[in-house]
């Protein structure tokens, strides 16, 4: 069995989606019950509703769920802020989000995964994490925090056979950027023109990697964040003269 946590719609869904489509049996986890009924319902497998920034309450919903082979969460959100000007309750929120549930995750699903012989976790982590952006100094930050976890407990349970990795998208097409960030044509034309791909990712795009970071494809592979970016952080921001 395969866990998505944060199944419930964008990246989640997609990653629900590739995990069946690879022949896994999945468990949808998310904080809203119903658009994880949904998503179980359309891959043929089971919803939790769960709200990982509680730790007991990922104790209790992960010791409900029997065997379990690999995780993939994708759980995070983006706050924009200056640097200087970043409440309290902003950086609670984003260490919260992005590396704090992730510690609640693994501490709840690597003992069954250690019972049933090994397995992997897949979790998103982002390029700000890996370059800095501007107003998104806590958010990065948190992300970099999710990474050096992924480092260290790869090599903590490596002996127990569990893998640990994690994918950094770039910019990405999703619901919550369409509804935001992508509602702006110029604005969306103007920066995909710096991505070397021409253009922004889809979900699917990360979901697809996160499916081969918990597969046997990925076998030899712990500790890494791979960067899915569409050629930005390869690039050297000088002007080129046609």
């Known amino acids: 069995m395969v866990a998505v946590v944060g199944a419930g719609q964008g990246m989640g869904l997609e990653a629900a989606r590739a995990v069946r489509s690879a022949g896994a049996s999945v468990v949808c986890l998310d904080r809203d019950l119903g ?4 998503a179980a319902k359309e891959v043929a497998g089971s919803a939790v509703q769960v709200d990982v920034t509680d730790r007991a309450g990922v104790q209790a919903a992960f010791a409900g769920l029997g065997e379990l082979q690999a995780v993939v969460d994708v759980v995070g959100a983006a706050a924009w802020h200056p640097v200087l000007e970043t409440p309290n309750e902003v ?14 995750v693994l501490e709840a699903a690597a003992p069954q995964m250690k019972a049933s012989g090994g397995g992997a976790f897949a979790f998103v982590s982002s390029a700000s994490g890996v370059a ?58 103007r920066q995909a023109a710096n ?8 979900a699917a795009e990360i979901a697809s990697v996160l499916a081969f970071l918990i597969s ?12 899915v970016d569409g050629g930005v952080g390869a690039k050297f921001p000088h002007l080129v003269r046609d």
Do not use: C
């Not at 998208?169 to 110029?186: E, K, S, W, Y």
């Not at 046997?216 to 960067?227: E, F, K, W």
């Open 216 to 227: 046997d494809a990925s076998s030899y592979l712990t500790g890494q964040n791979i960067l």
């Open 195 to 202: 991505v070397p791909l021409g253009r922004f990712g889809e």
């Open 35 to 38: 658009l994880a009924e949904a």
């Open 132 to 189: 800095g952006a501007q107003r998104h100094s806590a958010y990065g930050a948190a992300k970099a925090a999710l990474m050096s976890l992924v480092r260290s407990a790869a090599v903590e349970l490596a002996t127990d056979n569990i893998r640990v990795n994690s994918v950094a998208p770039g910019v990405i097409m999703t619901p919550r950027t369409q509804a935001g960030l992508f509602n702006d044509g110029d604005f969306v034309a």
């Open 91 to 104: 950086l609670d929120e984003q260490f919260a989000l992005n590396y704090r549930q992730a510690v609640y």
